[in-house]
């Protein structure tokens, strides 16, 4: 059923927390190199000023092992969302104690504040109950627009749905409803493509994928894991040894289910990852003893492109090679422009993937790009994630059949 959002309640006059996803990357001396993340916030966080709520945001950044450390502070994060809502924005000097109830209590219709890094409190990863109502306590609502965080059980993600109402905010809902929809009712054909360095991070996925997908493109490091299991000789390229039976298995699921399963027919491969290697192009049967395989073959590439440009729903986790070196970056920029030019529904997710679209300049062509990472891959195995399953449902007013 579908969530409720912040359109489902009135929010006027009351305070609303909202756990945002603000851990944005910052540069030695503490300025945001990228407000990707808080840019993602300001459907939901411009609805509630302008609904004359009170909002009370709370966020993590980084990994400050439950300790207060000023490299973590997210008093940059107030300064930019000041910036782009036009209005100010004040930080809590802490988490759920004397300075963030006063600046709560002394709220307006319309008024922001952030309270400072949830975890420099331990209890918030423990989701200790206590540090739950605690953050309850400064709101009368509470709203979930951190998708990245919601495969998290943590206090502010889950345990403070425990004693207030809980609703979606916009971000979550999008990422919620396209890739539900991508799962549970995608429009065909349906291929996936996922890459990325190990098989180990993407065995649910697959096994998951592989009830639902009428096409599976393979490619990456993962693939080297496939190509051992298919027999091929890999060189001294990335293979997860202790994988390679269960690689075998997921190519005969595939066979059973009539999903074509394709792994790369040529490759790129260098004697190092280094720009000025020697490199060349090879056949997946080819790799020669001592190098690695870094990339997806041209041939591989616009095979893989002319799926891709054929397919009604595409999604995509997961780079072809190693990108972030120039030589070996042709094959995954083939396949970004190949999902923005898909006529379909494209979805994006994963961090390299992302870094990728950005970098092939087609970002604005693909449907939806998710703020996921751990999130996204629990979501495309079919698991429940924490953050969700506490926000309230909407009835269903399905009719009855008959």
């Keep these: 059923m579908p969530l409720k959002t ?10 609303v927390l909202v756990r945002v996803d603000f851990n944005v990357p910052l540069s030695p001396d503490g300025e945001i190199t990228d407000d990707t993340r808080i840019r993602a916030a300001l459907p939901t966080i411009r609805y509630l000023v302008d609904q004359g709520a009170r909002v009370v945001l709370c966020s993590h950044l980084g990994r400050p092992k439950g300790k207060v450390d000023p490299r973590y502070s997210l008093k ?9 809502i036009g209005r100010e924005v004040r930080i809590a000097e802490d988490v759920t104690g004397p300075s963030a109830r006063a600046l709560g209590a002394r709220l307006r219709n319309g008024d ?5 890094n949830l975890r420099f409190d331990p209890r918030e990863e423990a989701n200790d109950p206590g540090f739950a109502r605690e953050l309850a306590d400064l709101a009368d609502l509470y709203v979930n627009d951190a998708f990245g965080t919601a495969h998290r059980a943590h ?19 999008k990422e919620v409803d396209v890739m539900g929809k991508a799962l549970a009712n995608p429009d065909r054909p349906f291929l996936a493509i996922l890459g990325g360095a190990k098989v180990s991070d993407k065995i649910g996925v697959i096994e998951n994928l592989l009830g639902k997908v009428d096409r599976l ?3 990456g490091g993962m693939a080297n894991t496939f190509l051992r299991a298919l027999g091929h000789g890999t060189g001294k390229s990335l293979v997860e040894e202790d994988k390679v039976d269960q690689a075998r298995k997921l190519l005969e699921k595939a066979k059973e289910r009539g999903v074509d399963l394709w792994l790369p027919e040529d490759l790129v491969v260098a004697t190092a990852l ?13 790799i020669p003893d001592g190098w ?19 397919s009604m729903t595409v999604v995509w986790n997961g780079p072809m090679g190693v990108f972030e070196v120039e030589p070996f970056s042709r094959g995954t920029f ?24 950005h970098a092939a300049g087609v970002a604005d062509r693909i449907t939806h790009i998710s703020t996921g990472g751990g999130a996204t891959l629990e979501f495309l195995e079919g698991r429940e994630l924490p953050g969700v399953a506490v926000l309230e449902t909407k009835p269903d007013v399905t009719p009855p059949a008959g």
């Excluded at 940059?76 to 782009?84: E, H, K, M």
């Excluded at 280094?274 to 080819?286: C, F, L, Q, S, W």
Aim: hydrophobic share 50%; aromatic share 2%; net charge neutral.
């Design 6 to 15: 912040v359109r489902d309640v009135d929010v006027t006059g009351r305070r």
């Design 76 to 84: 940059p994060c107030a300064v930019r969302l000041g910036q782009l």
């Design 274 to 286: 280094d720009p000025n290697a020697e490199h060349r192009i090879v056949k997946k049967e080819e």
């Design 217 to 219: 493109l393979i490619g």
């Design 112 to 116: 922001v504040m952030l309270l400072e």
């Design 155 to 173: 206090a502010s993600t889950a345990g403070v749905a425990a004693y207030l109402p809980a609703v979606a905010g916009f971000l979550l809902q």
């Design 334 to 357: 083939a396949v970004a422009e190949a999902v923005a030019g898909s006529p379909g529904l494209t979805i994006v997710g994963g961090g390299d993937s992302v870094a990728a679209v």
């Design 292 to 310: 690695m395989a870094v990339d997806i073959g041209p041939d591989t590439a616009r095979r893989f492109a002319g799926a891709i440009r054929q």
